[in-house]
């Protein structure tokens, strides 16, 4: 990725520490984004290619809506730490670093507002349904709250589509260790955001799940704000439970959450789930990341408090 002529940008990974899935009916989730990135790299080209390969936008939904307005060709390069389907967040940093590098490269300002909106759009382009959580995330960094009320003196945007709103704050991100395990099995969000709008659409059952899910993420912030890792990891525990309730989780996620649970605070899958990861809360990260290679995942120990989208030289 090297020459004058290129536009490059990066976007963080996230994870949820609470709220995923209810977030799309605009309940309250908490997001911190993590020390995994997504660089990309764009220069006008004679045909599409990505990392030199010919490629076909109609198979690339993301990079298809994002790319409607251009008229010559395109050549991408992309560096990426994030696992693809795995509930961190690829496909929104992919859409958050691509709308930078190619704002760039067209001389148009876009504010992290603009950003995510184009990113978000991308996201629904390409899955049909679902929140502006991710591409909030990987476009503000740090960590963000949806509809919480509290953090509203840190209001940063409001998105709204049909009749959901999702206001969007800085929150501070909480001094704590989490511990992240990938099952190695990948899961696209979509089909997972659509198994829980079917059950919804049919079962008051799982509508009371989602209130539930609320109540915990309302009651996770308040343990946040507080410090309190023993509240805080129960809660994620119980919050694992009603996702699986809602059928999004799978036996490899409930291995890897089992495994960490003796040596944690709490557990639970992070994002659409099906497969990709848990987090685990813990101040035992090598006891963790051991249980976890020992039931066949790959831990990663993150670091959080990082940038969001930022262009590079
Ligand atoms: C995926 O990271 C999070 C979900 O809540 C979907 C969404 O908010 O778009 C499952």
Redesign the pocket.
Known sequence: MSGSDWYRASAPG?F?IL??????YGKP?I?LAVDLRMTIAVRGSRFNTINGERIDFRRQPHLRYLTRNVTSGLEFETKSQIPVGS???SS?ALSAALALALSEKENRHMTENDLVEEAYEA?LYA?G??????ASACVHGGGIAVNLPEASDRHLWTVTRGERTWSVSDVDVPDMTFVIGNTGIKAP?GP??SK?KRFLDRSSFAVDIVDDIEQVTLQGNDAIARGDVEQLGRLMTEDHKLLSILG?SSNELNKLVNASMPYSYGAKL????GGGCMVALTDQPEKVCEAIRSRGGTPYVVRTGVPGAMLHP
């Open positions: 996230k949820v709220g995923e899935h209810a977030v799309v989730a997001v509930g961190l967040g929104a996201e899955q349904i679902g929140s502006p959580m991710d969000t997972l955001v829980v999004v992070t994002g659409a789930g």
